[in-house]
C-alpha cells in the first residue's frame, strides 16, 4: 500500500477531546487517515512574524501531522482574503459577496508556493498526495514546478458553480488550468463534475476523451463524483456514550409534550440559516394550534468572524431570532431557541437522536454531513424526519428527505407541518431507506473509492502531460 500524504489548509488529528472539531472537512479527514499510516500536512492556524518553512511533526491518534506557521499577511491576504472572501462566497453562488482583489490573489499564490517547497522535501517515493478544497486549487502546479513527479489528487468539498458564475472570477482560466496538474480531480457530486466539464469544453477549449477524462491546456485528466460521507461505525458508537445519552435525554425532558427540531451548522451565510428563521416563523404565524407542540433549537457556533459578512448575517439572525421569540412566547413557553456554542460531537448526537425534526436549509452546500449525522442518530423503531434543501450536495443520496426550496419561507413551513403529522410507519420506511446508504456510503467507502482511482492513474505521467490525440 502506497503511503498517503493529505493536504488540507488546517489540519485536526484525531485527538478526541477538545473543541476543535467543528467542520466536516476535519472529521472526515481525521476518519480518512486512521486506517493509514499517513502523514497530514497543513498550516497550524498559528501565526509567526516571518515565514520561516519551519515544519513541526507529531504523531496524534495514529496519524502523523505536520505543521507550518504562516505569517499574519498571509492570514488576511489568502485565508480571510481569496479562500474565504473570493472563492467561498463566488462557488456558493454569492457573487454579490466575492470580493476581488488582486492582493489576494498575490497571498493565495504565494502560500501555496510556501507549502510546495516545505512539503516537497518530506514525499517519498510512490507517494500519493491528496489535496482538500480551495485553499490549495494551484497546490500540484507549484509542486509540479520543483519536479514532483508523484500522483497527486485534488478533492473540491464544496460546490463547483456554473460556468457562467464561474467566470465571473477574474482569472478563471488560470485557476482552472492549475487543476490540470493533477492526476485526479474529484467532486461532490455529479451536478458538480458535469459544471466543471461544461466550463473545460465552453471556456477552455477542452474535449472529453472518455467518461471521466477530460483534456486542455495539453494535459489530460480524470475526474469524478465521490459524495463524501460519515464515519458512520464511529458515530454508532458514539451514540451509545453515556454523554451521548445524557444529551438525549437532558433534551427530551426539555421537549415533554412537544417536538424539538434541530439544526446544526456552522454559522455562514451559504447555511440557509435566515431563511430557516423565516420558514420557521411562517410555520408559526400559519399553524397557531401547533405553536405549543414544537421548540425549535437552532445551534450555529461563529466562523470566520474576521469577514464582515459574517458579522452581518450574524447581527441579522440574533434581530430575527428575537423577533420571532418576541412574537410568539408566552410567559411560560418560547418557541425559539438559538445558540452560538460549539458543542463535542457526542453532546450532538445526543440533541439529534431527542429531535423529531432536522431541518437543514442550505442555499448552496457541497453536501452537507449535518443531514447524514441527524439520520445516522434517530431511533430506528421511532425516527424523526428530515428536511433537507435541494440545493445541498447531499440531496442527490437523500431522495426520501423531505426535499425542500429553502427560499420559500412557505415550503419550509409546509413541510414542518407534514413532518410533526407524519405518522411512524412512513417515517420508518423514509428513514430506513435513508439509513441504508448513509451507512453504506460512509466515508471509508469515499476514501476507498478516492484513493482507489488516484491508485488507477498510471504513476509520473500516465496521464499527464497528455499525448494529446491531434
Ligand atoms: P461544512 O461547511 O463545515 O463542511 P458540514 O458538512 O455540514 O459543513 O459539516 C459541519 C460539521 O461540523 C458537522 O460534522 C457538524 O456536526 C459539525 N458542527 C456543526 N456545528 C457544530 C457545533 N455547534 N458543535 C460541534 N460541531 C458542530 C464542508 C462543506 C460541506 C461538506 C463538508 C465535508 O461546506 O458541504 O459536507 O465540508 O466535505
Do not use: C
Request: avoid cysteine; charged fraction near 25%; proline fraction near 5%.
Amino acid at each position: 500500500m502506497n503511503r498517503l500524504i493529505v493536504v488540507s489548509n488546517r489540519v485536526n488529528p484525531p485527538a478526541g477531546e477538545g473543541e476543535e472539531s467543528v467542520g466536516g472537512l476535519a472529521m472526515a479527514l481525521a476518519a480518512a487517515l486512521r486506517q493509514y499510516s499517513g502523514l497530514w500536512f497543513g498550516w497550524s492556524g498559528q501565526t509567526t512574524p516571518e515565514f520561516d518553512g519551519k515544519i513541526s511533526m507529531q504523531t496524534v491518534g495514529g496519524v502523523t501531522t505536520a505543521l507550518i506557521d504562516l505569517e499574519p499577511a498571509d492570514l488576511d491576504e489568502y485565508y480571510n482574503g481569496y479562500a474565504n472572501r473570493t472563492l467561498w462566497p463566488l462557488f456558493h453562488y454569492r457573487t454579490d459577496l466575492a470580493a476581488y482583489d488582486r492582493v489576494y490573489g498575490e497571498g493565495y499564490s504565494r502560500v501555496n508556493r510556501r507549502f510546495a517547497e516545505t512539503l516537497a522535501p518530506l514525499i517519498g517515493e510512490g507517494d500519493l498526495i491528496w489535496v482538500h478544497d480551495y485553499h490549495l486549487i494551484p497546490l500540484a502546479r507549484e509542486l509540479r514546478s520543483l519536479g514532483v513527479k508523484n500522483r497527486i489528487g485534488f478533492f473540491l468539498h464544496i460546490p463547483w458553480p456554473a460556468h457562467q458564475v464561474f467566470t465571473t472570477l477574474p482569472g478563471h482560466g488560470r485557476l482552472v488550468e492549475a487543476m490540470f496538474d493533477y492526476d485526479l480531480v474529484g467532486f461532490q457530486t455529479a451536478e458538480y463534475r458535469q459544471a466543471f466539464e461544461e466550463y473545460v469544453l465552453a471556456e477552455a477549449g477542452g474535449a472529453e476523451l472518455q467518461p471521466g477524462v477530460l483534456t486542455a491546456f495539453g494535459r489530460t485528466l480524470k475526474v469524478g463524483a465521490f459524495p463524501i460521507g460519515l464515519d458512520a461505525a464511529d458515530f454508532a458508537r458514539m451514540l451509545k456514550t453515556p454523554r451521548a445519552r445524557r444529551m438525549r435525554d437532558v433534551m427530551t425532558a426539555a421537549t415533554v409534550f412537544r417536538h424539538l427540531v434541530v439544526g446544526v451548522d456552522r454559522l455562514d451565510y451559504s447555511k440557509g440559516l435566515e431563511e430557516r428563521f423565516l420558514g420557521f416563523e411562517r410555520f408559526l404565524a400559519d399553524n397557531p394550534d401547533l405553536r405549543r407542540e414544537v421548540l425549535m433549537l437552532q445551534i450555529a457556533p461563529v466562523s470566520r468572524e474576521s469577514v464582515d459578512a459574517y458579522q452581518e448575517i450574524r447581527g441579522r439572525l440574533d434581530a430575527l431570532s428575537g423577533r420571532i421569540n418576541g412574537e410568539y412566547s408566552d410567559v411560560d413557553w418560547n418557541p425559539f431557541r438559538y445558540v452560538n456554542r460549539t458543542y463535542r460531537r457526542d453532546e450532538l448526537a445526543g440533541v439529534y437522536a431527542a429531535a423529531r425534526v432536522g431541518l437543514v436549509t442550505p442555499l448552496r452546500d457541497g453536501m452537507n454531513l449535518v443531514a447524514k449525522e441527524f439520520v445516522a442518530a434517530q431511533d430506528p423503531d421511532d425516527p424523526g424526519v428530515l428536511i433537507l434543501s435541494r440545493f445541498a450536495g447531499a440531496a442527490r443520496q437523500m431522495e426520501e428527505a423531505l426535499l425542500i426550496n429553502p427560499n420559500s419561507p412557505e415550503e419550509i413551513a409546509d413541510a414542518l407541518k407534514r413532518a410533526i403529522a407524519m405518522d411512524r410507519p412512513e417515517r420508518v420506511r423514509r428513514w430506513k431507506a435513508l439509513f441504508e446508504k448513509v451507512e453504506k456510503e460512509d466515508v471509508t467507502a469515499w476514501r476507498d473509492a478516492f484513493v482507489g482511482a488516484l491508485e488507477g492513474v498510471m504513476e509520473s505521467g500516465g496521464t499527464r502531460p497528455a499525448a494529446l490525440a491531434s
